[in-house]
């Protein structure tokens, strides 16, 4: 009889680590993004290094914005899937994604895709393992991110997107960790 109990428990206990290591929705995206980028800004992501990703968009896109707005997108799209498995390379991905969006050029020839970029590197900037892996960047970001989600021609492509982007910005300056190290990101972002 002990014997079947433990052998239950063990079932158990297996069981429910099968559901655990299933690629999420985000990561099944992220991979998909993934495949279809560039090998070299495919490598300058993975990089983590931030000025390496905003200078292969600027090359690929050869100074089309509504190209390097399309391609920040897909950076920031495959920066979220990075969340779990490499924090740095995700807000270094998102902080690249936004200082593209964030030039007027490309706000203005494509508006919904800056909006789309902030909204998705607030969700990545509110993140724990973002936050611990380097608080001041998230502070960067979050800033950034409202900037862009709040200049007037991003905001009506998508104001509900737009609050969204205020409140997760809010919420990470907030962060202790970020406060920290970024004490006055917080007024930044609200004002």
């Known amino acids: 009889m002990r014997v079947l ?3 239950g428990l063990a079932v158990l206990v297996a069981s429910a680590f099968v559901g655990g290591y299933q690629t999420t929705p985000a990561q099944a995206q ?3 993004t993934n495949a279809q980028l560039p090998p070299a800004l495919r490598a300058a992501i993975m990089s983590g290094n931030s000025n390496a990703i905003v200078s292969a968009i600027n090359v690929l896109s050869g100074g089309n914005a509504t190209l390097a707005a399309n391609l920040a997108q ?3 799209a495959v920066a979220e899937g990075l969340v779990q498995s490499n ?3 995700a807000i ?3 902080q690249a994604a936004v200082n593209i969006v964030s030039n007027s050029p490309v706000q203005n020839s494509a508006p919904a895709a800056a909006n789309n970029v902030a909204a998705i590197a607030a969700r990545i900037v509110v993140r724990p393992q973002v936050i611990q892996v380097s608080p001041a960047q998230v502070a960067l970001v979050a800033t950034q991110a409202v900037r862009v989600a709040t200049t007037p021609i991003v905001y009506q492509a998508n104001p509900t997107a737009s609050i969204q982007v205020a409140a997760n910005s809010y919420s990470a300056v907030n962060n202790p960790a970020v406060v920290r190290t ?3 990101a917080a007024q930044q972002v609200t004002s």
């Open 74 to 76: 897909q950076v920031v």
């Open 182 to 184: 970024s004490p006055t």
């Open 87 to 89: 924090p740095q390379a």
């Open 92 to 94: 270094a991905g998102a």
């Open 30 to 32: 992220s991979a998909a």
């Open 5 to 7: 109990r433990l052998f």
